[in-house]
């Protein structure tokens, strides 16, 4: 018979793992298809803005962040609220190892907003991207096609 000494189980430690927020100001160049002048998108991608980012014309928009050198992705944080408009919208977010040549999906979700319920819908997606050179998030903020805004209140990446 052959054994072995083993040491015990370490528990986890119940403290959420706090990850480390990419600076997205200093690493991207952002391209957007759309931007109300009084939520601009660094409202949404820089740490302490309150408001957001909020497309100027209605229908799909696309949020592409380009990295001046390629990042290695680990969590994917997005924030969406409406208050207003009870609508169901669409995102997907794909990534391009090769600089928007190709792409691949990384989710694609559906979310209903509901004024009385569901006002906030928070996606927080652990991965593990090698090398991203670009992230593109597309928004459909309506899907049966009336007019509708896009918005996004936050997005994190580390």
């Excluded at 390629?70 to 408009?85: D, G, K, M, N, Y």
Aim: glycine share 4%.
């Amino acid at each position: 018979m052959r054994k072995r000494i083993i040491s015990p189980v370490q528990q986890e430690s119940t403290s959420p793992v706090q990850d480390d927020w990419l600076d997205l100001e200093k690493l991207t160049e952002v391209e957007i298809s759309s931007e109300e002048a009084a939520y601009p998108i660094e409202f949404a991608l820089l740490p302490g803005q309150a408001s957001g980012w909020r497309a100027a014309e209605s229908g799909k928009q696309i949020i592409r962040l380009l990295f001046t050198h390629p990042q290695q992705l680990r969590r994917i944080r997005l924030e969406f609220v409406e208050s207003h408009t009870e609508r169901t919208q669409e995102f997907v977010l794909n990534w391009s190892a090769d600089g928007g040549q190709s792409f691949r999906e990384i989710v694609r979700q559906q979310w209903n907003f509901s004024q009385q319920d569901a006002s906030c819908e928070l996606e927080d997606y652990r991965v593990d991207l090698p090398a991203v050179t670009v992230l593109e998030l597309t928004i459909i903020p309506e899907i049966s096609g009336e007019n509708a805004f896009a918005s996004l209140a936050q997005l994190q990446l580390a």
